[in-house]
């Protein structure tokens, strides 16, 4: 079964404490992304990663850093959460071909307080 | 550089209406497009992929149009249903780039 998952679906976090999202594919993907969600900006590109160890900038990096030690897992790491972080994140995978599907998790709803 | 630009952020119909979608594009080359749509608790997902190649593409009952004379992109399904409630995305996908790029998204409600 084609899956991508996050978790956790759900997270509140205080403002300055550390945040980690962690997705998890099943489909051998070798590319695999995180975006942001918010209203009225669609979807943001944080990070990109090839492979396991070969990770990218994406659009809006800032404030956040990524680790992928294994090729199907990926996660998105927030030192220091701040206020303009709440958000909601997405994961996705691709088999590599930029052209290729993109398949995204359910999402994970960050509040930070 | 690289973007798309949906200009219709939300947009309302009843059950059986026309709906119509529209989307320019700005990039170098010719590139695939795509729209995802996004349901309500979920991520987005694939709704359909069209290339240079044929300039339509089309799945469960939608129909996807791209011009390259004028870099517009457009979404249509004749007759809607109230399941198809969503957020629709338009996509580029470039080869100079390193990611799809996602529009702003359009919201479309239907009502029974």
């Known amino acids: 079964d084609m899956k991508v998952t996050q978790m956790p679906r759900y997270l509140i976090k205080r403002m300055g404490e550390n945040v980690l999202l962690e997705c998890g594919q099943d489909?051998?993907?070798?590319?695999m992304y995180w975006y942001r969600q918010d209203p009225g900006l669609g979807l943001q590109l944080i990070y990109i990663?090839?492979?396991?160890?070969?990770?990218s900038e994406g659009d809006i990096p800032k404030g956040y850093r990524v680790s992928r030690k294994k090729r199907e897992h990926f996660s998105l790491i927030l030192d220091s959460a701040k206020t303009n972080q709440t958000s909601v994140y997405f994961c996705a995978s691709s088999s590599g071909d930029r052209q290729n599907t993109l398949y995204f998790g359910a999402g994970t709803r960050l509040s930070v307080l | 550089g690289n973007s798309v630009t949906q200009m219709q952020g939300q947009v309302t119909l009843s059950e059986e209406e026309f709906l119509f979608i529209n989307c320019t594009y700005s990039?170098?080359?010719?590139?695939?497009l795509f729209w995802y749509v996004q349901y309500p608790g979920e991520g987005p997902q694939l709704l359909l992929k069209?290339?240079?190649?044929?300039n339509k593409g089309s799945s469960r009952g939608f129909e996807a149009t791209y011009d390259k004379g004028t870099t517009s992109f457009h979404l249509q399904k004749a007759s809607v249903q109230e399941s198809d409630s969503a957020v629709y995305y338009c996509?580029?996908?470039?080869?100079?780039?390193?990611?799809?790029?996602f529009g702003t998204g359009t919201t479309v409600s239907v009502s029974p």
């Open positions: 990663s090839y492979d396991v160890d070969s990770n």
């Open positions: 489909m051998s993907h070798e590319t």
């Open positions: 990039t170098t080359g010719y590139p695939t």
């Open positions: 069209v290339t240079t190649a044929n």
């Open positions: 996509v580029l996908g470039d080869q100079g780039g390193r990611a799809l790029i």
